[in-house]
């Protein structure tokens, strides 16, 4: 297993969370990571991607401003702080890589990962 998520578990309306996403890759720091989410009877969708240095971060619209990733390169793992949780963030929430040819590079689109963990429950209770 190249990518594995956990973290996730039962929160509140309101309430935080911290998921994280280990790597087993030796090369984590040129790995772009992102985090994706996928709810019961819906698409995958994008939530939020970190370049391999960290320094550059994108987030869909609906979690801006309350979510944040992160990264520690030297654990090779990385996080998604979740905060004013709401009903509708209860997903899975996947986490995924790809090779960062470019320290500054991202990515939205799930078709550049190629490398997946398995999910964790994320469940928000209203």
């Known amino acids: 297993v190249q990518l594995q998520a956990s973290g996730g578990g039962l929160v509140q309306t309101g309430g935080s969370l911290r998921i994280s996403c280990a790597a087993s890759r030796r090369t984590f720091n040129t790995d772009v990571m992102g985090w994706f989410r996928q709810a019961p009877g819906k698409e995958r969708e994008f939530v939020a991607t970190v370049s391999r240095s960290g320094a550059v971060t994108s987030y869909a619209d609906s979690v801006k401003g309350r979510f944040t990733i992160s990264r520690e390169n030297a654990k090779s793992t990385a996080y998604l702080q979740m905060n004013s949780l709401k009903p509708e963030d209860t997903a899975v929430y996947y986490c995924?890589?790809?090779?960062?040819?470019?320290?500054?590079?991202?990515?939205?689109?799930?078709?550049?990962?190629?490398?997946w963990g398995q999910g964790t429950q994320v469940t928000v209770s209203s």
């Open positions: 995924a890589a790809f090779y960062g040819r470019l320290p500054q590079i991202t990515s939205q689109d799930m078709n550049n990962y190629v490398r």
